[in-house]
């Protein structure tokens, strides 16, 4: 059986699957049936709004306006109202089945997915015994409430719903009751005029949210913002009813972010590892003035694409707003914050609203101090807790989505209330601040001389290798990613130290291969030199061979020629009768006319018909 705590999560399922198995209309239509329940369990003949309220905040955890009740009490078919008192048709007062199996269901459903959970944080909590009512307290906070990030249980509850992230029966269970609560946000609000806003609202976004819009603090981060300014824009395209705004104090934090980013770049500052948006801004700079262009877009991105302009107000300290001014009643460590908010407060004029739809200015804020400084100053106030100073991305996205009326066109839900993604930015955001407190705490000891260069070294490696981005979380081996305990980052030391022996004994065999594939190559240039030795004496040889053979042709050629200069000079002097004396004179006489001739018409020829190389 479940305990009230736990009771409004089941109620919340409950809700989403009527939403799924019937078409309604209206919220009261859901509620109607809620209170029908109560009528039929209670045994209830006559009631008031109030008995309805008792019965509902009993049986389901609910905790609604009576106007809400009211409403939704038209609803029923078999409840009259006499002189404000609501009195029962009899006959027809019984539980509707259909209602009761979707609700017995729900509650089974959450039952063991909370089982699931104990039996987790069991196996990774071994030495300590586990505060139930705390375990549920704090589980009911992941799955409904947008402000939690801290507690002793959240960062386990987050890794078990990390490590169920591909069990479909625990996040469609898990879903069911964020998608609930969302329906329940409508109802506490009294949200009727559905798809219209009356009144103007003007939203105060924060450093971080404008951030996640550019894209600088990660992927997931950048979805659930531009979740945001959808619901905005769909609004908007009916009536333009929201703006969209910056303090002139948060455009200071953003240049004073930029200037920080100039001096890194610059070999100034030194980037701290935990910042990730820093780390986006520099990466891809060289010099300054590139994050003076990178500033310049950010900027020219939030007026032309999203319409977020600086606040027109440019003095919040006049004579006339002094009486609505926060900045005296806040903690000292929270004045830039309560600053802001003591901004709205006078904004509103002091005045105090029934819901955030009509509190006319709102921050809208991811930062869990500004968010405590927001309800800080309302329990200082007294004011309702339907209307706050500040509120986060994800609430304002879920109240904007219902006032839309996309709950009754078959819409999607918002992003946000995918509880993996709740798990990985809650765990994203722990892991950034041990990681700033780790680096912090190793410099320390390292100046103290505490640790060495080497341990230093190896406690950086280790900080740097923690995934600081939602998408980066392995669901795998979180169990590893969370653990920053000094045994965890010794052990680390010691993998560094047995990585870097390692790493030696391989650069020692790398040497010695070098060393024998040089011994080889200079073996190789010896056989290669003694071959080119070789062949140059076969070459030379070759050539007193060759020039032996041309020697002997030529003079055999020379023996050929006298030879038969001979037997021509005889054959002529017997032929001519003539001695052989002057038979060699008259033969020597015409072979020296014939060059002579030659040389003679050849003169003629090229004065006659000019030269070969001649021009025409």
Known sequence: MLDNNT???????????????????SPYMILAEFIQYAIADKKLHTFTSLDIKKSLMELFGFELPEAVIRTSIKKIKFVIREKGIYITDK?????????????????????????????YIEERNLDNKINNEQLTREFISFLIDDNINDGKYVDLISEFVLKYENNLEVQKTLTAIREGSIIYIGLNYNINDIGNMKKTLTLYLATEVLFSLHGLNGEIHKQLAQDLYSQVRDINIKNKKIKLRFFLDVKEEIEYFFYTAKRIVDGKMKLNIDN?????????????????????????ELKNKYGILEDENKNYYIEDDYQYNLEEMGDELQENNVKLISNINKLRQGKIFANNLEAEYLIVTNSMDILKASKEQADILKIDNRCDFAISVEKMTNILWYQIGKLFGKNEFPKNVNAVLKARTLLSSNIAQNVGKLYLETNKKYVSGEIGEEQLKARIIAINKKPLLPEDLDAENIEDIMDFSSESIMKYEEEIAKDKEKIEQYEKELNRIKEDNKSKENKKKEVELELE??????????????????????????????????????????????????????????????????????????????????KE
């Not at 050539?543 to 020697?551: D, G, H, L, T």
């Open 7 to 25: 009771r409004i999560v089941a109620s919340f399922s409950t809700i989403k699957s009527m939403v799924d198995a019937k078409e309604y209309k």
């Open 91 to 119: 006959i027809n007062i019984k539980i509707d089945d259909d209602f009761n199996k979707i609700k017995n269901n729900s509650e089974d459903k959450f039952i063991e997915v909370f089982e699931l959970l104990k039996s």
């Open 533 to 614: 030795l070789y062949k140059d004496k076969e070459r030379k040889n070759n050539e007193k061979k060759s020039f032996r053979k041309k020697c002997i042709l030529y003079v055999s050629k020379i023996i050929c020629v006298v030879m038969l200069g001979i037997i021509i000079i005889c054959c002529c002097s017997r032929f001519f009768k003539q001695d052989i004396i002057n038979t060699v004179a008259v033969i020597a006489t015409i072979i020296g006319i014939v060059p002579l001739c030659f040389n003679m018409f050849k003169k003629d020829f090229q004065k006659s018909f000019g030269s070969k190389n001649g």
């Open 276 to 300: 990730v948006a820093m780390k986006n801004i520099v990466n891809g700079c060289s010099v300054a003035s590139d994050v003076d262009i990178k500033k310049a877009d950010f900027f020219l």
